[in-house]
């Protein structure tokens, strides 16, 4: 059982589904459609909604993993396999048909001291791609050869910039929809080798 305590710490702690977490939702689902998948992973997912929602919705079994403990509570209250990792440390090669990420990706002062897991999910460092960077470098180990990143990317981290980086590590990008806001734009990447 969950004490009050801890209960409070899931919901301060934990990023919460915003838009950002919505569209990717979104544009997963209606790009995977039927299509049979069989093992999928949201990395850093949070609340776990998005992997709620893409395996209530396509059928896929979907793995969670997220570096704070929090968030894995969550999760798994959502009933979501959630693991506690640090972007794909633990997992084997080759294992997941789809990988799901929607990084943290706001550009901050890197002297700026991080000192909460709500700062952590939020915090992209100094160009926005310091952690979306060690994804992409090894995304591929953990993918199968026919398998799709969708990534989730901002006007503010560089989508032509996260787009070159793919390229380096032996992706083709491709933008599946965008999204305005007022002070940027998101869009959803598809990663395929």
Known sequence: MTDLADRRDVETEVYQPAEDSHLLAETAVADLGDAPKSLALEVGTGSGYVAERVADETHARVLGSDVNPHACVQARERGVEAVRADLLEPFRSDVF???????????????EERDDWMEVA???????????????????????????????????TGVDEVAELAAAEGFSAVAL???????????????LR
Request: net charge negative; glycine share 8%.
């Open 177 to 191: 929809r965008d999204e305005s806001f007022p002070f940027e734009t998101l869009t959803v990447l598809k990663l």
């Open 97 to 111: 048909d789809v990988v799901l990420f929607n990084a943290p990706y706001l550009p901050t002062d890197p002297d």
């Open 122 to 156: 939020l915090s992209g460092g100094e160009d926005g791609r310091e952690v979306i960077e060690p994804f992409l470098e090894s995304v591929g180990r953990v993918l199968d050869p026919d398998g799709a990143v969708y990534l989730l990317v901002s006007s503010l």
